[in-house]
T-cell receptor
Framework: GAGVSQTPSNKVTEKGKYVELRCDPISGHTALYWYRQSLGQGPEFLIYFQGTGAADDSGLPNDRFFAVRPEGSVSTLKIQRTERGDSAVYLC?????????????FGAGTRLSVL | GENVEQHPSTLSVQEGDSAVIKCTYSDSASNYFPWYKQELGKRPQLIIDIRSNVGEKKDQRIAVTLNKTAKHFSLHITETQPEDSAVYFCAAIPASGGSYIPTFGRGTSLIVHP
């Protein structure tokens, strides 16, 4: 079956602009995670959804970052007033829940470049 | 919060040699430890995992060991091949809280020379 899909794969924007990054999880997966990965680093947790609600948003760096998952499937990460320091690969992962709740399947990521 | 340290940052081996990557964690509540392989420009892929109720798990050429007392776990790759070249990440995930949020190590770049 299809894996986690993220679009766009690359996004170049100018400082101060607004961007939206999309994640399509594996069908039926109830949990969805967003991460940010900088060069030479491991994924850094941003926000976690269980169903439609943000169960844990403690990793969002500031109020310029926001994410939604209105129907419990597709999620959008929104970044306002982008800064050069926001440049990174943004990864999404989904998890089936139940006895497999720990296991996360990653998308290929969106590489965001803020000029 | 949890803190995961991963060593080495870079590991260079000859084809056929073994490779060992080590991670330590700080939170005794962590009970699930996955390892991900990430090739350049690709998604992280789960290659093996271990839960805190076992000390070792093996899958063909890869194995993971866990020492809960010392709070460290290791990835072992035997008979390395050039296609094993990638960045490997360890992670620690707590059992409590319900969110299962992993803390990742900084990664190890494994280079296998043919």
């Amino acid at each position: 079956g299809a894996g986690v899909s993220q679009t766009p794969s690359n996004k170049v924007t100018e400082k101060g602009k607004y961007v939206e990054l999309r994640c399509d999880p594996i069908s039926g997966h109830t949990a969805l995670y967003w991460y940010r990965q900088s060069l030479g680093q491991g994924p850094e947790f941003l926000i976690y959804f269980q169903g439609t609600g943000a169960a844990d948003d403690s990793g969002l760096p500031n109020d310029r970052f926001f994410a939604v998952r209105p129907e419990g499937s597709v999620s959008t990460l929104k970044i306002q007033r982008t800064e050069r320091g926001d440049s990174a690969v943004y990864l999404c992962a989904s998890s089936p829940g139940g006895v497999l709740k720990n296991i996360q399947y990653f998308g290929a990521g969106t590489r965001l470049s803020v000029l | 919060g949890e803190n995961v340290e991963q060593h080495p940052s870079t590991l260079s081996v000859q084809e056929g040699d073994s490779a060992v990557i080590k991670c330590t964690y700080s939170d005794s509540a962590s009970n699930y430890f996955p390892w991900y392989k990430q090739e350049l420009g690709k998604r992280p892929q789960l290659i093996i995992d271990i839960r805190s109720n076992v000390g070792e798990k093996k899958d063909q050429r890869i194995a993971v060991t866990l020492n809960k007392t010392a709070k460290h776990f290791s990835l072992h790759i035997t008979e390395t091949q050039p296609e094993d070249s990638a960045v490997y990440f360890c992670a620690a995930i707590p059992a409590s809280g319900g969110s299962y949020i992993p803390t990742f190590g900084r990664g190890t770049s494994l280079i296998v020379h043919p």
